[in-house]
């Protein structure tokens, strides 16, 4: 569990049983399938230079019923444009929208029958494919393509079971690459566009922050034991829906740190638990929702002399400052709701979203950036602010203050029933920021370009004969089978480099408990010492146990082998040997060397007897230099100081 943050406790399970806490997750993981979900292109992601792009703007659709999703139509009043970036070669016409999807990829649909196996989920009779309405810029479509594989089901952690909602097949979002604030438009690239992912929903069955994280462990080894999931940053993805009780359901979306799930669900219970104490001091004021009004006052002219540097630069850009009195918020927009976040930062949340500004000034916080004490006075006695009231001041052009103070006065009616029901954005730190509104039911419509596949009784007859071994299994056997110690084996099965050391012991005939120790222990070491391990590939380790199982290189050879291929990763094997001078040396130059020593320091040896071995292993391994195995080096060592004595 990671190290709480200052400032906060640590998790207490009655405690968030006591506040009624409610988690549901909704794990994504992109699936390592031959080709993406509607298209024949390949499931990479790129770093190169695109080959070319083309910009869009999107618009929102009406339901079935001819209504319109609120987040769908808030994305799209903000006329942002979309530039997508594409390659030739391994992106197509289905991601550009230019032509129809092609059949649903089997293999995508095979894996979540796997999954549903290991969860006792129900696989449906036909699988649908469903639109669900994003017009944030993230697919061309303005749509997802989503489909439901099974219902149901339930994962055991610990001695509780967790319902399991849904099992889905859906195509992964294009990548944002920028933000073009200037011209108003987003950068997204079409490599990721269509992956295909697994969705896995769970019930809010979880009650704890810790049980939270543990419930994403279980059901992420599972998705692992499949054996057809990508590894690595960005290919598995959280959005962590929490409530308490009298809160409201917040969705934090995208969250991608799975040693921080504890502490977002903490800190998020945290926040509400705030929220609701806000809502009982308004309360206690005597203050509603309709005694918050939208009156906004020019107060432009107290700041003429302001040295304010950002209302100086609003005004001289031709902006003006706008003020809007909260009726009742007095000392309340100040108040902590998580670590380093209060209320007047969830209001500046609003109405940077709302509007574009880059940010607001409260009374709670003022005097403050050149803001003085006479401008604070002469504003409350324009907005009619009394004690317990609250101002917010915000300085733009005229249209964005509006925009902003609107957002503002509909968050703080929002503050007086508690916890508004969100989208938060999850930030490094374990808090988050509001990202948009909740979308609704109204999002969803059937999929008219993509035929069903019925999931016959022969398809899941076969997917049940050929079950893969779990996670946990798989981690029992490699301690019988290989004798790794239990740490190593529990290391090394969650590890991404899990099928590189099944790939090495099928291949070579090393120690497993040398390639685990290498995989997990040895490239870390290096790393920490600056040696760029990141251009180590597969194939460098591949190289390198093959020639220590043919007695080409001994094992003590490793840290120096490898830091060679990371500084020279197109290299050969045999350059790697050559450069290090670390080929196997002959039996008889080994046996010279440990000769000479031997002789050399007779007198030490006759004193020390059988302990002066310690001492020389040393002494032989320095001057061997990784050409000799450390066994054999011993070995020979210990014979011929048993000869001299």
């Not at 319902?163 to 950068?187: F, H, P, S």
């Not at 120790?517 to 590939?537: A, C, G």
Request: proline share 4%.
């Amino acid at each position: 569990m990671p190290k709480p943050l200052e400032g906060t406790k640590l998790s207490d399970d009655n405690r968030f049983r006591k506040l009624g806490l409610k988690v549901g997750l909704e794990l994504h993981q992109q699936l390592n399938t031959q080709h993406k979900l509607f298209c024949n292109c390949p499931t990479v992601v790129r770093d190169e230079q695109p080959h070319g792009n083309f910009i869009r703007r999107l618009r929102p659709t009406q339901s079935e019923m001819g209504e319109i999703d609120p987040a769908a139509l808030f994305e799209f009043q903000r006329q942002k444009r979309f530039c997508y970036e594409y390659y030739n070669d391994t992106t197509c016409l289905v991601e550009a929208d230019e032509e129809p999807p092609h059949n649903l990829n089997e293999e995508g649909i095979d894996v979540c029958l796997t999954m549903a196996n290991f969860l006792k989920s129900k696989p449906v009779d036909e699988v649908h494919p469903m639109r669900k309405i994003v017009i944030d810029g993230s697919n061309t479509t303005g749509f997802q393509r989503t489909t439901i594989v099974a219902n149901g089901g339930y994962v055991v952690v610990g001695n509780k079971t967790i319902g399991i909602q849904t099992i889905c097949l859906e195509e992964d979002a294009a990548r944002k690459i920028a933000d073009d604030e200037k011209n108003n438009m987003r950068i997204y690239r079409l490599d990721r566009l269509g992956i295909p992912l697994i969705e896995v929903a769970t019930d809010p069955d979880i009650q704890t922050p810790n049980e939270a994280q543990e419930v994403a462990l279980a059901i992420g080894l599972l998705l692992r034991s499949t054996g057809n999931v990508k590894r690595g940053l960005g290919t598995i993805r959280q959005d962590v829906n929490v409530s308490i009780k009298s809160g409201a359901i917040t969705e934090i979306k995208g969250f991608q740190q799975l040693e921080m799930l504890s502490t977002l669900v903490e800190l998020e219970a945290q926040r509400q638990e705030k929220l609701l104490e806000i809502r009982d001091t308004l309360k206690a004021r005597r203050i509603s929702r309709a005694q918050i009004k939208a009156k906004f006052v020019d107060v432009t002219t107290v700041f003429d002399k302001s040295e304010s540097k950002v209302i100086k630069k609003a005004v001289d850009s031709g902006g003006v400052v706008l003020a809007v009195n909260l009726l009742g918020f007095a000392n309340l927009l100040g108040i902590e709701i998580q670590p380093n976040r209060r209320l007047g930062t969830e209001l500046s949340d609003y109405a940077k979203f709302w509007s574009g500004v880059g940010g607001i000034f409260h009374t709670d916080e003022l005097p403050n950036y050149g803001i003085t004490d006479s401008d604070i006075i002469e504003i409350r006695k324009l907005v009619n602010a009394g004690e317990q009231d609250a101002v917010v001041i915000v300085a733009s052009l005229i249209e964005r203050c509006k925009d902003a103070l609107n957002a503002i006065v509909d968050r703080a009616r929002d503050a007086v029933n508690g916890v508004p029901a969100e989208t938060r954005t999850p930030l490094p730190d374990g808090t988050s920021k509001y990202a948009r509104p909740r979308p609704g039911s109204k999002r969803m419509y059937p999929e008219t370009d993509v035929r069903p596949v019925k999931i016959t009784e022969s398809r899941l007859k076969k997917i049940k004969k050929n079950m893969p071994e779990t996670i946990e299994h798989r981690e029992k056997r490699f301690v019988k089978e290989y004798e790794l110690s239990p740490d190593l084996a529990y290391q090394i099965t969650r590890s991404q480099n899990l099928d590189l050391f099944e790939q090495i012991i099928k291949d070579s005939a090393v120690s497993p408990t040398l390639v685990a120790s290498t995989l997990e222990n040895t490239v870390v070491s290096l790393y920490r010492n600056q040696i760029p391990t990141e251009n180590l590939d597969d194939n460098h380790f591949l190289m390198m146990f093959k020639s220590i199982s043919k007695k080409t290189i001994s094992s003590e050879a490793i840290p120096a082998i490898l830091t060679f291929f990371a500084n020279h990763p197109k290299s050969s094997i045999e350059e790697a040997i050559e450069s290090t001078d670390l080929g196997m040396a002959t039996s008889y130059e080994v046996e010279t060397v440990i000769k000479r020593i031997v002789t050399e320091r007779e007198d030490f040896i006759r004193q020390e007897r059988e302990r002066s071995i310690g001492g020389l292993m040393g002494i032989a391994m320095q001057e061997l230099r990784g050409k000799a195995d450390g066994k054999k080096i011993k070995e020979l060592l210990t014979i011929e100081i048993e000869k001299l004595l």
